[in-house]
C-alpha cells in the first residue's frame, strides 16, 4: 500500500510558477512510476505528465510541454511537478498517482493504483 501526500498548491497569477510535490509513505517511490493529473470543473481528468520508473523516462501533455517538468528525489521518496507560465486553463484540482506497471498506458488514469488527495492550482488571469 502506497500513501501519497500532496502539497504545494494555491493561487498564482498567470504567467507565474508553483511546485507541486507529491510524497509517499510505506512504500519507496523509486520502485514505481508517478503521474500528475489534474480535473478542472465539468471535465474529465486529464493526464499531465508522468515519470516512469523502469527507464527513467518523461512523458508530457502537449498542452504542458516544455513548461512543466516532473522530477523526482529519490532520498526524499518525493516527485514534484514544476509548472511555469502557468495559464488560466491550467487552473484545476491536481492528483499525483502511483503505478506498478511500465510504460504502456501511462496517461489513462484506470492503470495507476494508488493515488493522492488532490489539491487546488487557481490561476488567475
Known amino acids: 500500500q502506497v500513501q501519497l501526500v500532496q502539497s504545494g498548491g494555491g493561487l498564482v497569477q498567470a504567467g507565474g510558477s508553483l511546485r507541486l510535490s507529491c510524497a509517499a509513505s510505506?512504500?519507496?517511490?523509486?520502485?514505481?512510476?508517478v503521474g500528475w493529473f489534474r480535473q478542472a470543473p465539468g471535465k474529465e481528468r486529464e493526464f499531465v505528465a508522468t515519470?516512469?520508473?523502469?527507464?527513467?523516462?518523461?512523458y508530457y501533455a502537449n498542452s504542458v510541454k516544455d513548461r512543466f517538468t516532473i522530477s523526482r528525489d529519490n532520498a526524499a521518496n518525493t516527485v514534484y511537478l514544476q509548472m511555469n507560465s502557468l495559464k488560466s486553463e491550467d487552473t484545476a484540482v491536481y492528483y499525483c498517482?502511483?503505478?506498478?506497471?511500465?510504460?504502456?498506458?501511462?496517461?489513462?488514469?484506470?492503470?495507476?493504483?494508488?493515488w493522492g488527495p488532490g489539491i487546488q492550482v487557481t490561476v488567475s488571469s
Open positions: 498517482a502511483a503505478r506498478s506497471g511500465g510504460d504502456f498506458g501511462y496517461a489513462n488514469s484506470i492503470n495507476y493504483n494508488y
Open positions: 510505506r512504500r519507496t517511490l523509486s520502485t514505481y512510476s
Open positions: 515519470s516512469s520508473y523502469s527507464r527513467e523516462r518523461t
